[in-house]
Structures are given as C-alpha cells and as structure tokens.
T-cell receptor
Framework: SAVISQKPSRDICQRGTSLTIQCQVDSQVTMMFWYRQQPGQSLTLIAT?????????ESGFVIDKFPISRPNLTFSTLTVSNMSPEDSSIYLC??????????FGPGTRLTVL | GNSVTQMEGPVTLSEEAFLTINCTYT??????LFWYVQYPGEGLQLLLKATKADDKGSNKGFEATYRKETTSFHLEKGSVQVSDSAVYFCALGDAGGTSYGKLTFGQGTILTVHP
C-alpha cells in the first residue's frame, strides 16, 4: 500500500488569492489523482496527473482554475486559483496500487472567506 | 457513463444491531467495486474491495458481495459498534483504458451507532 501525505492540512484564505496543495507519495506511481469533497458531499474527480504530460481534467474543471504540476513520479501539486467561497472544500490526492484500489492522502481542508 | 447510487442516510443504529448499506451501480465493462470509510476528522480509508462478479470483500467484520446480475455491492455487518460511526462511500473503479484508476463515488452514508 502507498502512504500519501499532503500539505497543508488546512488553510483559511481570502477570496481572490491562490493556494497550492502538495501531495507526496512514498513510492513511484505513474498516475496521481486529485479529488474535491465539498461540504457534506461525495468526492468528485478533478483531474488525473501523469508524470511527463499535461493533466487530464474532468468535465466542469479547467486548467486555469486548477493548474496541476507533476514534476516526478512521487510528487504533485494542485493550485486553486482566484478562490471564491464556493471553493471551500476538502481536496484529496490519491494514487492507485497494483490492485486498482486507490490510496488517499489525509486531505487539505480549505476555507475561503 | 459510470454512476453509483447509495442508500440515503443518515443511518442510526444501536450497538450490536445489524447493518446494511445498499449500493447499486451502472457501468460498462467489468469494474472493480470498493467501500471506503471516513471516520470523523480523518482521511478516506479503503474498507474492502471486490474485483469480479461473485467476489466477496471483507474486513473488520464488514462484508460486501459483487453481484453482477443485480449490479449491487451492498455493505453488511452483523453487529455494529460505536467505533463504526463514520461516513461510508461505495465506489466504482474503471477497469482500464484511459479511465484506469479513476473512481466514481456514491453520495456517502452517515452511520451513527449509539451505545
């Protein structure tokens, strides 16, 4: 199983600013995923981050709002840009194991004022 | 596209009661099915999984059987404990191609167990 860490664990930000969330995996993985969990809601996939190529975004999410970097096989960042209160959510990264199961980081709880 | 429908909550039970949380899915191909649990203030943890029809996943007294004929993956536990209070998510994983590794989640079911 993979051990995944995220930084920061939580943050409170002002509208119009940006926040970059870091995700570190303890082993090399080809794909990493970023999810959003809005308050009281389920998880929604934002994008797939592949090392060496552009991230692939799901419907309703765009690169200008959620730019992603994937500089190597153990690390990825997600930036939430030009934030509004509607961006207040928990953001989680994940990585798959050989069994197609996903291991998740602890999440970053973002509050936008 | 893929979708997962979970039993609406919240579910409130007394300790030692029997638990069932229903989950049905829509998918093409042969997806893997998962139950994840989110304890209060914690991250998402894999509870159990099944990768093909008739597989039974089990962990910590919880069980779920992959039923292709009814497209279901219901979660059961014979005797719940207060420590089982959490949010439970049913999820479907794409089998391959460009969607490999992506998960589609159900709405989540809040379980509260009272002593």
């Amino acid at each position: 199983s993979a051990v995944i860490s995220q930084k920061p664990s939580r943050d409170i930000c002002q509208r119009g600013t940006s926040l970059t969330i870091q995700c570190q995996v303890d082993s090399q993985v080809t794909m990493m995923f970023w999810y959003r969990q809005q308050p009281g809601q389920s998880l929604t996939l934002i994008a797939t981050a592949n090392q060496g190529s552009e991230a692939t975004y799901e419907s309703g999410f765009v690169i200008d709002k959620f730019p992603i970097s994937r500089p190597n096989l153990t690390f990825s960042t997600l930036t939430v840009s030009n934030m509004s209160p509607e961006d207040s959510s928990i953001y989680l990264c994940s990585a798959p194991s050989a069994g197609n199961e996903q291991f998740f980081g602890p999440g970053t709880r973002l509050t936008v004022l | 596209g893929n979708s997962v429908t979970q039993m609406e909550g919240p579910v409130t039970l007394s300790e030692e009661a029997f638990l069932t949380i229903n989950c049905t899915y829509t998918a093409t191909g042969y997806p893997s099915l998962f139950w994840y649990v989110q304890y209060p203030g914690e991250g998402l943890q894999l509870l159990l999984k099944a990768t093909k029809a008739d597989d039974k996943g089990s962990n910590k007294g919880f069980e779920a059987t992959y039923r292709k004929e009814t497209t279901s993956f219901h979660l059961e536990k014979g005797s719940v404990q207060v420590s089982d209070s959490a949010v439970y998510f049913c999820a479907l994983g794409d089998a391959g191609g460009t969607s490999y590794g992506k998960l589609t989640f159900g709405q989540g079911t809040i379980l509260t167990v009272h002593p």
